[in-house]
């Protein structure tokens, strides 16, 4: 009697194990998330300059001027688009292949969805980041000089400090968008692949 419990014990433990085993742990939608937990904090570090009453000159100022000002907000609002919002959307996406489907990322799948999450990342902040940078420069390069301004036209600012910019923002674009492009194809293949809950040995 006690091995025949003992055995059904042993046997209700295996399963349970194998079960827990083959439950899909989400973990690509765990990194996607966390990723934009970071630029999430990176935002706020952002909006404390941008409300900042310290900065000289203060960029609400460069903001309101306009002209080469508005890349400024441009810029932070696309970073809270695609690199805070996207980037957190993009985990319901793997939540749905690994929790609802099942599926596993593995073999060229794992690297596609690798280079989404880094890629993604990277670009975003890189693109995003040199626009605020250029519109801050350039805003405040067009300001008086009375409140920290430099005093340049709109031809000045263009050629002293705009003009550096638009292709480092536009390579990092392209990295962004490349990493969505891989990202989109290692969710088909894993989407549409059928393969077992874990990988075979």
């Given at each position: 009697?006690?091995?025949?419990?003992?055995?059904?014990?042993?046997?209700?433990?295996?399963?349970?194990?194998?079960?827990?085993?083959?439950?899909?742990?989400?973990?690509?939608?765990?990194?996607?998330?966390?990723?934009?937990?970071?630029?999430?904090?990176?935002?706020?570090?952002?909006?404390?300059?941008?409300?900042?009453?310290?900065?000289?000159?203060?960029?609400?100022?460069?903001?309101?001027?306009?002209?080469?000002?508005?890349?400024?907000?441009?810029g932070y609002s696309l970073y809270l688009m695609v690199g805070v919002l996207a980037v957190a959307v993009t985990a319901v996406f793997y939540m749905y292949i690994e929790r609802i489907?099942?599926?596993?990322?593995?073999?060229?799948?794992?690297?596609?969805?690798?280079?989404?999450?880094?890629?993604?990342?990277?670009?975003?902040l890189g693109a995003t980041s040199l626009m605020m940078v250029a519109g801050y420069l350039g805003g405040a390069a067009a300001l008086p000089t009375n409140i920290g301004g430099q005093g340049l036209n709109a031809g000045q600012v263009h050629a002293n400090i705009m003009v550096v910019y638009p292709e480092p923002i536009f390579y990092f674009a392209g990295v962004a968008v490349l990493g969505v492009l891989l990202g989109g194809l290692g969710y088909i293949l894993s989407a549409r692949g059928r393969q077992p809950l874990l990988p075979q040995p």
């Amino acid at each position: 009697m006690r091995s025949r419990c003992k055995e059904s014990v042993q046997v209700q433990t295996s399963i349970q194990a194998e079960k827990a085993m083959q439950t899909p742990t989400g973990k690509w939608a765990v990194r996607f998330v966390w990723a934009s937990v970071v630029q999430g904090a990176i935002a706020v570090a952002w909006t404390v300059f941008l409300i900042s009453p310290w900065t000289i000159p203060a960029a609400p100022r460069v903001i309101a001027a306009g002209g080469a000002g508005t890349w400024l907000f441009v810029g932070y609002s696309l970073y809270l688009m695609v690199g805070v919002l996207a980037v957190a959307v993009t985990a319901v996406f793997y939540m749905y292949i690994e929790r609802i489907l099942g599926k596993v990322y593995r073999g060229i799948a794992r690297y596609l969805a690798w280079s989404h999450l880094i890629l993604m990342n990277v670009g975003a902040l890189g693109a995003t980041s040199l626009m605020m940078v250029a519109g801050y420069l350039g805003g405040a390069a067009a300001l008086p000089t009375n409140i920290g301004g430099q005093g340049l036209n709109a031809g000045q600012v263009h050629a002293n400090i705009m003009v550096v910019y638009p292709e480092p923002i536009f390579y990092f674009a392209g990295v962004a968008v490349l990493g969505v492009l891989l990202g989109g194809l290692g969710y088909i293949l894993s989407a549409r692949g059928r393969q077992p809950l874990l990988p075979q040995p």
